[in-house]
């Protein structure tokens, strides 16, 4: 999914090549399911993007990957014990995730954000929707315009771990 992408840009504003990498960090749960996906892919050039892709076809190790790795209590909780400010890129990549995610929309189900603790989440707007593509470019010009002031915020919110 492009907003994959997006998740590393964000992270890249705020921290640089490695917040870059933070940012993915969630997505890269996905690497099993897209693995499987395109090893058995036979091209087909009517084939839509949305129907390659379909959460329809992710198994139940799949949607446990996702939300484990799309869960709020495993990132703050890494967050708390490393101390490490960078995964606040892997949070900013779930909070996303949570509202930018439609089953109505392509078939993906915002995350479990509060997985193992809770099974809830939010049926939010789809990534690649015009509203959810007008957020995101939002998202984008805030981060860039005020990365500086985010990263002090974040500086600060670190003196308290």
């Known amino acids: 999914m492009p907003l994959f992408l997006v998740h590393g840009y964000m992270g890249y504003l705020l921290f640089g090549k490695e917040g870059f990498f933070y940012g993915l960090l969630p997505d890269l749960s996905f690497t099993p399911y ?13 084939d839509k993007i949305t129907d390659i ?6 198994n139940t ?20 014990i490393t101390k490490n400010k960078l995964f606040y890129a892997s949070i900013i990549a779930v909070l996303m995730d949570i509202f930018l995610h ?14 193992p603790l809770s099974d809830i ?3 939010g707007i789809h990534w ?34």
């Open 34 to 46: 897209f693995s499987r996906l395109f090893m058995n892919y036979k091209y087909n050039k009517s």
């Open 53 to 58: 892709i379909s959460s329809k076809k992710m």
């Open 61 to 80: 190790m799949d949607w446990s990957l996702y939300d484990a790795s799309h869960s709020l209590v495993l990132w703050i909780t890494l967050l708390l």
């Open 102 to 115: 439609s089953s109505t929309y392509g078939g993906w189900r915002g995350p479990k954000f509060l997985y």
């Open 121 to 123: 989440y939010i049926e």
């Open 128 to 161: 690649a929707s015009f509203e959810g593509i007008i957020i995101t470019v939002i998202m984008i010009i805030v981060f860039k315009k005020n990365a500086k002031t985010i990263n002090r915020w974040i500086d600060k919110s670190m003196e308290y771990l």
